[in-house]
């Protein structure tokens, strides 16, 4: 693999990264303002939060597998499999 391609393919990885951090701050912000200021909950926003869920799981277990998270040999392992 080029050297271009290995930079494509972390920047890539590193901007994955901050754009679900940014979605996981929004439905953070958002589940309390849409529960007490709005005081309702939308088909839309409920989709989004379900949705949120699995990309955070999901990414974590990437990070963990790739060792962008430090974490013990047994948990990378495990999530490995």
């Not at 590193?14 to 958002?30: E, K, L, P």
């Not at 949120?52 to 962008?68: A, K, Y």
Request: hydrophobic share 60%; net charge negative.
């Amino acid at each position: 693999m080029s050297e271009l391609a290995g930079e494509v393919i972390k920047l890539q990885a590193d901007s994955t990264v901050v754009v679900t951090a940014g979605g996981v701050v929004f439905v953070s912000w958002w589940w309390p303002q849409a529960l007490s200021a709005i005081s309702i909950l939308c088909l839309y926003c409920m989709s989004v939060w379900a949705g949120m869920l699995p990309v955070i799981l999901l990414l974590s277990v990437r990070n963990l597998v790739h060792g962008i998270i430090a974490a013990p040999v047994a948990l990378m392992r495990f999530a490995d499999e």
